[in-house]
């Protein structure tokens, strides 16, 4: 389990944000030690206690994650809880256990109360997080999970970067010259004059400039440089008395920032459109989950009310047996009245533990419904699509602006060098 823990105030910022609605589902487990039983009571009783001392930072709250996809028991947590609690030395103070499940996923909140009330000072904490770090790996290895990366070797945790010179290259090597031929192609062939012939070239990401020897180039957004006669395969002269009537051209560089500027307006258009394919598909995603959830609650409550009733019942059963009256002094006197008891606690306890498994069952259940439902959400190909072309479009934006601020920069220099 990953163990998260911190020192803290705040008693009903606390209870609030542990009982938000934002959960499929919230389980007040345990509320121990306290005078109260309900969660905020017993946060302020804690507070109250610190009146008393100069700790400001009086509960400790620690969150116990488990891997999403194992199937976790509560007698797994509270096993996990009970060495934690050893390890940082709170043996014995009130706490108290919430569970959380969310996106099919089940973990736990302890808090509990620092100040220690018979010396009126609160329990020192130290070198928790070394602590907790070595009790989450000793889960891991207990329970036989694949412990995550980060805990055998944190090189491990630092993500793949790609230099802007890698990305350039690609692109470039990804160009094929025969497509390349055709947009220009096509674009002459679709236009009668140089500015109709300009405009096919700018819808297709190029930009018109003036070369060398007066000649006429095309740009591209990543500041490749196109002779316009050799992809026509045309004289140079032919071009030329095309575009006699255009004196305006920009100069390379010039036209290296606006082609690299229309691209970004047409990519940022298309981001636009993917972000509200995938805000659509995200709605419907939280309506199914929300009527799942209902759902959920509902049968949750149900079971819990089915346990109350039977554990009711079962307790006047087990209570039945003992007899009343002068046939009850007997049974004492024969200690028929203690074997009775020895056997209403074990089947009591044998009751506790059958809606313990029960309830577990469902919340596995529970949890296995909505991985389901987030796995089909991940599995919406278009929705998946237009995730990675949107995270795709986003970097070539910002390789875009890199490269027009550094041609911007190149053009100050040019300056301030006359």
């Not at 989950?289 to 039977?310: G, S």
């Amino acid at each position: 389990m990953i163990l998260v823990g911190n020192q803290r105030g705040g008693a009903r910022d606390l209870a609030n944000h542990l009982t938000k609605d934002e959960n499929d589902h919230v389980i007040i487990h345990e509320i121990k030690g306290f005078a109260s039983d309900d969660l905020h009571s017993a946060f302020k009783e804690a507070e109250a206690m610190s009146k008393g001392t100069r700790c400001r930072q009086y509960l400790f709250s620690l969150s116990f994650n488990p891997p999403g996809e194992e199937n976790v028991s509560t007698e797994d947590f509270e096993n996990a809880i009970d060495k934690a609690e050893k390890s940082l030395g709170l043996t014995d103070q009130p706490r108290a256990i919430v569970f959380h499940e969310k996106e099919g996923r089940r973990h736990a909140h302890v808090v509990w109360n620092r100040i220690d009330l018979g010396e009126m000072k609160a329990v020192q904490l130290s070198h928790s997080k070394r602590k907790l770090n070595a009790l989450s790996k000793e889960l891991y290895l207990e329970h036989g999970w694949r412990m995550p990366a980060g805990y055998i070797n944190s090189a491990l945790r630092d993500p793949l970067n790609f230099t802007l010179e890698e990305w350039q290259q690609a692109k470039r090597n990804g160009q094929d010259p025969r497509i390349l031929k055709q947009a220009f192609q096509d674009a002459w062939a679709t236009s009668d004059t140089a500015a109709g012939f300009k405009h096919a070239l700018a819808e297709r990401g190029y930009v018109l400039a003036t070369g060398d020897r007066r000649g006429v180039v095309a740009v591209d957004r990543f500041g490749e440089v196109y002779s316009i006669p050799r992809q026509l395969g045309l004289k140079t002269k032919q071009v030329r008395e095309r575009f006699a009537s255009i004196q305006d051209l920009p100069s390379v560089e010039n036209a290296k920032m606006e082609a690299s500027k229309l691209v970004q307006n047409k990519l940022t258009g298309f981001v636009l459109e993917l972000e509200a394919t995938a805000r659509a598909a995200k709605e419907r995603y939280q309506e199914e989950k929300k009527a799942l959830v209902t759902k959920q609650r509902a049968e949750r409550r149900a079971l819990l009310e089915q346990h109350a009733i039977r554990q009711a019942d079962e307790t006047l059963m087990r209570q039945s047996r003992f007899r009343h009256g002068l046939k009850g002094v007997w049974d004492v006197l024969t200690g028929e009245h203690f074997r009775i008891a020895r056997q209403n606690k074990l089947e009591f306890e044998k009751a506790l533990q059958r809606d313990r498994d029960e309830l577990d069952s469902q919340i596995e259940r529970h949890k296995q419904d909505r991985r389901s439902l987030l796995q089909d959400i991940k599995r919406d190909t278009n929705l998946q699509k237009a995730k990675t072309d949107r995270q795709n479009l986003l970097d070539e934006i910002a390789e875009i602006s890199k490269q027009r601020e550094h041609g911007r920069k190149k053009d100050r220099g040019r300056g301030l060098s006359l």
